[in-house]
């Protein structure tokens, strides 16, 4: 079976090395040795300067809602995955839709300041698949109105400027997912990062239920803490970054040029490097999009509806905010697969059933 993803597992000799580690010291989890080694070793590789380990992507926005004390409205992107938009929401505020760009993907500055009213307190915007978001548009933006800015980059893991510089460095805090289905993964976890030291301390006791040395509750906090095991599978998958990097590359490059002209591609900000985290394609209607699904199912290929549906349709989310590029192209994009270990036989024979799926579907709406 060919799925969306498959998570990378490192070499067992490599993760037995931290396990044994952890099994003669008995420090499986809070703060312990190999989460501090991590940490250093990311913020390296990052080109960041704190970068808070924590459980998950989901708990890192929680904690960046909370440790900026945001109130009221904040404005996001409908097109993502549910965790942007629900983890506002869970946190007692409301979350306002700005729509998307139908060639980015990425919520649209212009209808950011549509959305702003006195009672807005920040932006969310999302780095989708990886590609940044105008940074520059959005902190003028919240520099005019005074607002936070928390960018979601669970997709941006290493994304760089041509001037070699982190896109993770962007807004007054950037989170990360390192989820088993991304790039770089640590099982469940994700990274809250900010170049304020302050506001780094305030996170840092925030994620241990706001205890602060050892009898003192400092803040309002939640157990967001990373266990030693998952720095372990941390440590031993930056070491094979490169690569599953350059792996995914070739076949990010088999997809884009067997379907060029088939579908259409997100367009890339052009300062900046693909992280191949993804590989999204846009059919011309739902219909070309539903038969392909259909005819790859068939040969046991299983791509996914990454996003699907908008988040503005959610009742729970949503009060009567309609985004309609957001969703318009979500009733036409799917991720393809994308991973390691697979073959370049299988890319191809996925490219070819695509090819097939629309020739057949436009002679049928031909008929
Ligand atoms: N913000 C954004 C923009 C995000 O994309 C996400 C997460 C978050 C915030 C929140 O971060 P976390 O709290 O999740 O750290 C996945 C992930 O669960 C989720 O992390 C990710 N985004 C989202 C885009 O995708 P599903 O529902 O696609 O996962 P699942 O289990 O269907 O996996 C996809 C395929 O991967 C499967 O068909 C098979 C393969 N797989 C998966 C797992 C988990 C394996 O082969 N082995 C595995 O262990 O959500």
Not at 7 to 18: A, E, I, T
Not at 289 to 314: Q, V
């Given at each position: 079976?060919?799925?969306?993803?498959k998570?990378?597992?490192?070499?067992?000799?490599?993760?037995?090395?931290?396990i044994?580690?952890?099994?003669?010291?008995?420090?499986?989890?809070?703060?312990?040795?190999?989460?501090?080694?991590?940490?250093?070793?990311?913020?390296?590789?990052?080109?960041?300067?704190?970068?808070?380990?924590?459980n998950?992507?989901?708990?890192?926005?929680?904690?960046?809602?909370?440790?900026?004390?945001?109130?009221?409205?904040?404005?996001?992107?409908?097109f993502?995955?549910?965790?942007?938009?629900?983890?506002?929401?869970?946190?007692?505020?409301?979350?306002?839709f700005?729509?998307?760009?139908?060639?980015?993907?990425?919520?649209?500055?212009?209808?950011?300041?549509?959305?702003?009213?006195?009672?807005?307190?920040?932006?969310?915007?999302?780095?989708?698949?990886?590609?940044?978001?105008?940074?520059?548009?959005?902190?003028?933006?919240?520099?005019?109105?005074?607002?936070?800015?928390?960018?979601?980059?669970?997709?941006?893991?290493?994304?760089?400027?041509?001037?070699?510089?982190?896109?993770?460095?962007?807004?007054?805090?950037?989170?990360?997912?390192?989820?088993?289905?991304?790039?770089?993964?640590?099982?469940?976890?994700?990274a809250?990062?900010?170049?304020?030291?302050?506001?780094?301390?305030?996170?840092?006791?925030?994620?241990?239920?706001?205890?602060?040395?050892?009898?003192?509750?400092?803040?309002?906090?939640?157990?967001?803490k990373?266990?030693?095991?998952?720095?372990?599978?941390?440590?031993?998958?930056?070491?094979?970054?490169?690569?599953?990097?350059?792996?995914?590359?070739?076949?990010?490059?088999?997809?884009?040029?067997?379907?060029?002209?088939?579908?259409?591609?997100?367009?890339?900000?052009?300062?900046?490097?693909?992280?191949?985290?993804?590989?999204?394609?846009?059919?011309?209607?739902?219909?070309?999009?539903?038969?392909?699904?259909?005819?790859?199912?068939?040969?046991?290929?299983?791509?996914?509806?990454?996003?699907?549906?908008?988040?503005?349709?959610?009742d729970?989310?949503?009060?009567?905010?309609?985004?309609?590029?957001?969703?318009?192209?979500?009733?036409?994009?799917?991720c393809?697969?994308?991973?390691?270990?697979?073959?370049?036989?299988?890319?191809?024979?996925?490219?070819?059933?695509?090819?097939?799926?629309?020739?057949?579907?436009?002679?049928?709406?031909?008929?």
């Open positions: 079976m060919i799925t969306v993803t998570p990378w597992l490192p070499d067992r000799k490599k993760l037995d090395f931290y044994d580690k952890i099994y003669s010291s008995g420090h499986i989890t809070n703060d312990g040795p190999l989460l501090k080694l991590l940490e250093e070793r990311l913020q390296k590789h990052l080109g960041v300067k704190n970068l808070i380990l924590v998950n992507g989901t708990t890192a926005l929680q904690v960046a809602y909370e440790a900026l004390e945001l109130k009221g409205e904040i404005i996001t992107t409908p993502s995955f549910i965790a942007t938009s629900s983890s506002i929401v869970w946190q007692g505020k409301k979350a306002v700005a729509d998307i760009s139908s060639d980015t993907l990425n919520i649209d500055p212009h209808q950011i300041k549509k959305k702003i009213n006195k009672n807005t307190s920040a932006i969310v915007p999302v780095h989708c698949f990886g590609n940044p978001v105008d940074v520059t548009a959005v902190k003028e933006i919240s520099e005019n109105h005074n607002l936070k800015t928390i960018y979601d980059a669970s997709h941006a893991f290493g994304i760089k400027n041509s001037d070699g510089s982190s896109i993770l460095n962007s807004g007054d805090i950037s989170t990360l997912s390192f989820h088993a289905t991304k790039l770089f993964h640590t099982i469940e976890g994700g809250i990062i900010t170049s304020d030291d302050e506001l780094a301390q305030k996170i840092r006791i925030m994620i241990r239920c706001g205890i602060s040395g050892k009898d003192s509750v400092q803040y309002l906090g939640t157990n967001a990373m266990n030693e095991f998952s720095a372990a599978m941390g440590l031993c998958i930056l070491e094979d970054i490169e690569t599953i990097l350059q792996k995914r590359k070739r076949i990010w490059e088999l997809y884009v040029e067997g379907l060029k002209g088939i579908v259409t591609f997100q367009l890339w900000s052009s300062c900046y490097e693909n992280n191949y985290a993804y590989v999204p394609v846009i059919f011309s209607s739902n219909d070309n999009l539903l038969s392909a699904e259909k005819a790859l199912s068939l040969e046991n290929i299983f791509p996914r509806r990454y996003f699907y549906p908008s988040l503005d349709t959610l729970f989310l949503s009060t009567s905010q309609v985004c309609e590029n957001s969703r318009d192209i979500a009733s036409r994009i799917m393809l697969p994308i991973y390691p270990g697979l073959s370049e036989q299988n890319v191809k024979r996925t490219i070819d059933i695509i090819h097939s799926s629309i020739l057949e579907e436009r002679q049928r709406s031909s008929a």
